[in-house]
């Protein structure tokens, strides 16, 4: 299989990357806006590209976490339509990243099926929801595609843009301040994302248009914060009153992941207690 992964040098990207090339089967064709294979998902002859490449699978790790709502739409919106346009015309498969920003506001204590319906209140979601529902437009146009919708993703190499990431950073040093720990979150690790996107890859005939990748467990941001504390051996950093954009008046997120188990064979294998420490080890 040949399978063509932009945004390979990212977080996700990364993991799906090593996951991939572990398999002799596979061929990774790596690429992104650097490295050796530069592909801009906002260039006009993408179709063209991918022609050449011959994917039989393109995953699509790439896309913009934060910035102004323009750089936004951009990243996740315009590039996504650019995408399944080229996908659609070479005829290859195409698994999507998208996000639990998609969903917005869940009442607490549920948890959120692909049925429900998506009402994202910041503008991250927004975008993402939008580059989803091209995909899922492309799909029913005759589109092999899937969006694996991922929910809070930790672990090796968890960036500061991203609250783990900024939280374990706040350890090391006491003049960064987090936002409010007052709510949940489903943190799934990311080489579990990655084996649901391996699976995806090789998945025969179509998948569900949209499927749920998490843990399947809320866990309490404090309690987070706590185990990474009681890791690091430092005091629980400070939090200020403003959280995330991203997570704007969102206080409850836990992925139902039924649908998951039952077409990739999803299981998560790392608990929050390895994610986290593998994530303070690095």
Same mark, same amino acid.
């Given at each position: 299989?040949?399978?063509?992964?932009?945004?390979?040098?990212?977080?996700?990207?990364?993991?799906?990357?090593?996951?991939?090339?572990?398999?002799?089967?596979?061929?990774?064709?790596?690429?992104?806006?650097? &490295?050796? =294979?530069?592909?801009? /998902?906002? $260039?006009?002859?993408?179709?063209?590209?991918?022609? +050449?490449?011959?994917? !039989?699978? %393109?995953?699509?790790?790439?896309?913009?976490?934060?910035?102004?709502?323009?750089?936004?739409?951009?990243?996740?919106?315009?590039?996504?339509?650019?995408?399944?346009?080229?996908?659609?015309?070479?005829?290859?498969?195409?698994?999507?990243?998208?996000?639990?920003?998609?969903?917005?506001?869940?009442?607490?204590?549920?948890?959120?099926?692909?049925?429900?319906?998506?009402?994202?209140?910041?503008?991250?979601?927004?975008?993402?929801?939008?580059?989803?529902?091209?995909?899922?437009?492309?799909?029913?146009?005759?589109?092999?595609?899937?969006?694996?919708?991922?929910?809070?993703?930790?672990?090796?190499?968890?960036?500061?843009?991203?609250?783990? &990431?900024? =939280?374990?950073?706040? /350890?090391? $040093?006491?003049?960064?301040?987090?936002?409010?720990? +007052?709510?949940?979150? !489903?943190? %799934?690790?990311?080489?579990?994302?990655?084996?649901?996107?391996?699976?995806?890859?090789?998945?025969?005939?179509?998948?569900?248009?949209?499927?749920?990748?998490?843990?399947?467990?809320?866990?309490?941001?404090?309690?987070?914060?706590?185990?990474?504390?009681?890791?690091?051996?430092?005091?629980?950093?400070?939090?200020?009153?403003?959280?995330?954009?991203?997570?704007?008046?969102?206080?409850?997120?836990?992925?139902?992941?039924?649908?998951?188990?039952?077409?990739?064979?999803?299981?998560?294998?790392?608990?929050?207690?390895?994610?986290?420490?593998?994530?303070?080890?690095?």
């Amino acid at each position: 299989m040949r399978c063509l992964l932009i945004g390979a040098s990212g977080f996700l990207g990364g993991q799906v990357r090593a996951r991939l090339a572990a398999d002799p089967a596979v061929t990774v064709i790596a690429a992104g806006r650097s &490295g050796p =294979l530069r592909l801009d /998902l906002d $260039d006009a002859g993408l179709t063209a590209r991918l022609r +050449d490449l011959a994917p !039989d699978v %393109v995953v699509n790790c790439a896309g913009a976490i934060d910035g102004s709502p323009a750089s936004l739409a951009r990243g996740n919106v315009v590039a996504v339509a650019r995408l399944v346009t080229a996908a659609a015309a070479i005829g290859c498969r195409l698994v999507h990243l998208g996000s639990a920003a998609e969903y917005g506001v869940v009442p607490d204590g549920r948890s959120v099926g692909e049925t429900f319906t998506p009402q994202p209140v910041s503008a991250y979601g927004m975008s993402k929801l939008a580059g989803t529902e091209l995909v899922l437009a492309a799909r029913r146009d005759g589109l092999t595609a899937t969006v694996l919708r991922v929910f809070n993703p930790i672990g090796p190499g968890t960036p500061s843009t991203l609250l783990p &990431g900024r =939280l374990v950073a706040a /350890l090391r $040093d006491p003049a960064i301040r987090l936002g409010p720990l +007052d709510g949940h979150r !489903d943190f %799934v690790d990311v080489r579990d994302v990655a084996a649901a996107v391996e699976v995806a890859c090789w998945v025969t005939g179509a998948l569900p248009g949209v499927v749920n990748i998490g843990s399947g467990r809320a866990a309490a941001l404090r309690d987070l914060a706590a185990l990474a504390a009681g890791m690091t051996g430092v005091p629980q950093p400070i939090e200020e009153t403003i959280g995330s954009a991203r997570s704007a008046a969102v206080t409850w997120q836990q992925a139902d992941i039924t649908l998951a188990r039952s077409v990739l064979g999803f299981r998560p294998e790392y608990s929050l207690s390895d994610s986290v420490r593998s994530l303070v080890a690095a």
